[in-house]
């Protein structure tokens, strides 16, 4: 081995995390809406579909054909991500 390839050529230098620097920095407003939508996106397709098993279950108070409904769910959900 040389004598180069036992040396470091390039280096990060720490940032400056003072507290007073931490604390200056804020993220925009766009920001957290933008991060939150799809949380908010995925609440509203989910909960309607909760509350319907549920009033299913209370009807029939029997669980594996919401189970089954459910496997197909998700099976459908991962080949339309794929």
Avoid: H, Q
Wanted: overall charge positive; glycine content about 4%.
């Amino acid at each position: 081995m040389g004598l180069l390839s036992t040396k470091p050529i390039y280096a990060t230098t720490p940032a400056d995390m003072s507290a007073g620097l931490f604390m200056a920095r804020a993220l925009p407003r766009w920001a957290v809406v933008y991060s939150l939508r799809p949380l908010v996106d995925d609440l509203v397709a989910f909960v309607p579909g909760v509350a319907a098993r549920l009033l299913i279950y209370l009807k029939t108070r029997r669980l594996p054909p919401l189970i089954v409904t459910r496997w197909r769910i998700s099976w459908g959900a991962m080949t339309l991500r794929l």
